[in-house]
């Protein structure tokens, strides 16, 4: 276990490097690193667990990806309290997959997602058309186990254009039940100034059949093999796939023992999920699943998406709905959301 762990460590180092230092290069485009490192007191954890100080998130800001890997903040890894990386970042297989963050492969022209493009003519080609998501006065605060960033993020196209302006929040919680905590990420997109409108779209909306993929978005580490996951259509990802579930549970095994993401998205402002269970294990809802989203100034995008991380099983759709019921900004009125 503890060849395992050190090994984990030294894997996600070049990440967590990334966030601790600045690194000049060409993309950096902002004078010092904002960094969320979420921490759970030992207290909040369950008795036989230890955070030991380790932070469960970092948010990974620094840009360092290639372009066409559409660079921008990510929180990766995420971890349980018990030590289990729930996150993947960078990986062989979809390297512009980055942890939890908000991607999508089309803005008015403009691949956000990062990789290759996708067009009814011709297919799926890697474009020269990667943009970049920079941040924009950030601020934190905290009390006592519960804390939030918030700030800007200005989507800049590959010709450095600011397409769009965003709004950003990440918050934090401790969770009732032992061996779990609560995460949430909530955000509101605006055309940039000079922007009459923002289309966004996806590979599906031109012709990829099920490729409906983008916005908020979920990538689980290499390793969750047969994973168990449930929703309100039922169990397996083709009952999830394209639904409007209020919520998705997916439990995987790392090193040996389950854990458990639980995913919820807001009752009123429901989208389809995208979920792929094959070659890879991602989930999020899915902006343009089918059709385009329309953006403008007075009608802007509104995305939120709500996690509870939990050490263990989840087996049944109730022992779900009964985690995500002690999340605070889903079991009681939240306060103003100020990314309004």
């Known amino acids: 276990m503890l060849d395992a762990r050190i090994g984990n460590f030294l894997y996600y180092l070049p990440y967590i490097s990334a966030v601790v230092m600045l690194i000049p290069t060409p993309r950096t485009r902002y004078p010092q690193e904002v960094c969320l490192a979420i921490h759970t007191s030992s207290a909040a954890a369950a008795p036989g667990f230890s955070v030991q100080g380790?932070?469960?998130?970092?948010?990974?800001?620094?840009?360092?990806?290639?372009?066409?890997?559409?660079?921008?903040?990510?929180?990766?890894?995420?971890?349980?309290?018990?030590?289990?990386?729930?996150?993947?970042?960078g990986p062989a297989d979809h390297p512009h997959h980055l942890g939890l963050s908000i991607a999508f492969s089309d803005v008015n022209g403009t691949n956000f997602w990062g990789g290759s493009t996708f067009t009814a003519a011709s297919g799926s080609k890697l474009l020269a058309n990667h943009g970049t998501q920079v941040q924009q006065g950030w601020q934190s605060s905290a009390v006592g186990d519960t804390g939030e960033e918030s700030g800007g993020v200005s989507w800049q196209s590959d010709s450095g254009d600011e397409l769009a302006v965003e709004h950003r929040r990440i918050q934090y919680f401790p969770h009732p039940e032992p061996g779990t905590w609560s995460l949430s990420l909530s955000s509101v997109i605006r055309p940039g100034a000079g922007v009459e409108r923002l289309v966004v779209s996806s590979s599906a909306v031109k012709g990829r059949a099920g490729a409906g993929y983008g916005g908020i978005f979920w990538r689980f580490p290499h390793g969750s093999d047969h994973p168990s996951i449930l929703s309100d259509d039922g169990s397996g990802a083709n009952a999830a796939h394209g639904s409007l579930s209020p919520w998705l549970s997916v439990t995987i095994r790392l090193g040996g023992e389950p854990v458990t993401v639980v995913l919820a998205q807001v009752p009123e402002h429901l989208l389809p999920w995208f979920i792929r269970a094959e070659g890879y294990l991602g989930a999020g809802p899915a902006v343009a699943w089918s059709e385009p989203?329309?953006?403008d100034p007075t009608a802007p995008l509104r995305l939120a998406l709500h996690a509870v991380i939990h050490d263990g099983p989840v087996p049944t759709a109730a022992r779900a709905r009964e985690l995500l019921q002690q999340h605070p900004r889903i079991s009681r009125p939240s306060s103003p959301d100020r990314t309004s």
Request: hydrophobic share 40%; glycine share 8%; proline share 13%.
């Open 54 to 89: 380790q932070p469960l998130a970092t948010h990974c800001t620094g840009l360092r990806q290639p372009a066409t890997s559409a660079p921008r903040p990510y929180l990766h890894p995420v971890g349980s309290l018990a030590g289990a990386i729930v996150t993947e970042a």
């Open 293 to 295: 989203a329309h953006v």
